[in-house]
């Protein structure tokens, strides 16, 4: 069951922490659960099982990331096409506007399978005005999607997805896939700084999306699938530079305790194990997995590695994503990662958002140019 009433009597320090958790009384959240439960759409996801999806072809966009780059030529390599979005020309009218960077990830992913087309949008980084305006510059159609994931509950993959469900209202298709890893990924979570949001579960179902909890590798929009919770099979020890909290608050944010381990409902903010981030993957007709890591909280070894066990597949063509190989992580660490990487030799590694420099610099010196840089605008093609 995916909605419960708040059970504030277990969440004795909530408020403490967030506010006035059960402003008005328990009767008052149970009251608002029980109203976003009466409007929910949840359906089970389409298991993985055995058939992994095969594409002819993959395109994916950097829709937002952490930085713009110009100047750079497109490409032409064994099985990738690399375009670099440069500039925002038109023929008779100044630019205006041009694409920009911020701290956050959102892809967009064009496939096509025997002449048939799916579009799915994975993150929505941190700001819905960056977003927005990457979107309309790079011609992404939000009413040609099919399926929305997100990857897990940060702020810079979430914060802009109610600016972005609020200004495509009534575009999208209706009743369209969101997935999520999880009820883990509602938390309310801190970092160091302070609060760092909630995922909005009522503007998600507001915008008549379909809810989708798929903790177990599931398939999107028919082409891809989720790699279902990400095991820790390597040597990765995650960062967990985010705390969180079981609860809802009064405005109904926050995860249901019950839908989650009893363990982890403490009533203070616990270390963030990312239990239910995901990562979005794509087999391409003779090249192997495409892996679209976002943030890989859970080790990005272990992301690829989940790809490999969901789908059965060893053969990875790419990794694209934020790899958050980064300090207080040393080299030693990240050239065990390398080394991974070598053992799994995927052909591409396309790093961006989390990734940090100092992995990409070292990786770059020991595998060459398989290790490649995308930013805000870049799109990726992979296979026919
Ligand atoms: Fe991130």
């Known amino acids: 069951m995916l909605f419960n009433a708040c059970n504030c009597g277990a969440l004795p320090s909530l408020a403490a922490h967030v506010?006035?958790?059960?402003?008005?009384?328990?009767?008052?959240?149970?009251?608002?659960?029980?109203?976003?439960?009466?409007?929910?759409?949840?359906?089970?996801?389409?298991?993985?099982?055995?058939?992994?999806?095969?594409?002819?072809?993959?395109?994916?966009?950097?829709?937002?990331?952490?930085?713009?780059?110009?100047?750079i030529a497109n490409e032409k390599r064994d099985g990738l096409t690399i375009e670099r979005k440069s500039g925002n020309t038109f023929p008779d009218k100044p630019p205006g506007r041009i694409l920009n960077g911020e701290w956050g990830l959102a892809m967009h992913a064009q496939s096509f399978a025997g002449g048939v087309e799916r579009n799915v949008m994975i993150d929505f980084g941190y700001t819905p005005e960056v977003l927005l305006n990457n979107i309309g510059i790079l011609n992404v159609d939000p009413s040609t999607f099919d399926a929305l994931v997100l990857s897990h509950g940060h702020y810079d993959h979430f914060g802009g997805m109610v600016g972005f469900l609020n200004a495509t209202k009534g575009k999208l298709k209706a009743r369209m896939p969101f997935y999520v890893g999880g009820e883990d990924c509602f938390c309310i979570r801190r970092n160091p700084g302070g609060q760092f949001g909630a995922l909005d579960r009522k503007a998600i179902l507001d915008a008549d999306l379909t809810l989708m909890l798929a903790s177990e590798p599931a398939i999107v929009a028919d082409h891809a699938f989720t790699t279902g919770r990400i095991g820790q099979t390597s040597f990765e020890t995650p960062l967990q530079p985010t705390t969180e909290l079981i609860g809802v608050d009064a405005n109904g944010f926050g995860c249901f305790a019950d839908d989650m381990p009893p363990e982890k409902n403490t009533g203070n903010y616990i270390p963030d194990d990312f239990d239910h981030e995901i990562a979005t993957t794509y087999m391409v007709k003779d090249h192997g997995l495409v892996v679209l890591t976002s943030c890989s909280h859970r080790g990005v070894i272990n992301t690829v590695r989940q790809a490999m066990a969901s789908s059965g597949i060893d053969k990875v063509h790419a990794v694209i994503g934020g790899f958050?190989?980064?300090?207080?992580?040393?080299?030693?660490?990240?050239?065990?990662?390398?080394?991974?990487?070598?053992?799994?030799?995927?052909?591409?590694?396309?790093?961006?958002?989390?990734?940090?420099d100092r992995f990409y610099d070292l990786a770059r010196a020991a595998l060459g140019d398989k290790v490649i840089h995308s930013a805000v605008g870049t799109r990726l093609v992979f296979g026919a």
């Open 324 to 356: 958050h190989v980064v300090p207080p992580l040393g080299d030693d660490y990240i050239n065990k990662i390398i080394d991974e990487f070598r053992a799994i030799d995927p052909k591409y590694l396309i790093v961006g958002h989390c990734t940090g």
């Open 19 to 71: 506010g006035p958790l059960c402003a008005g009384g328990a009767g008052f959240v149970s009251a608002m659960v029980a109203a976003l439960a009466a409007n929910s759409r949840t359906a089970p996801a389409k298991t993985l099982r055995g058939n992994v999806p095969v594409v002819d072809k993959l395109s994916v966009r950097i829709v937002t990331d952490n930085i713009v780059m110009q100047f």
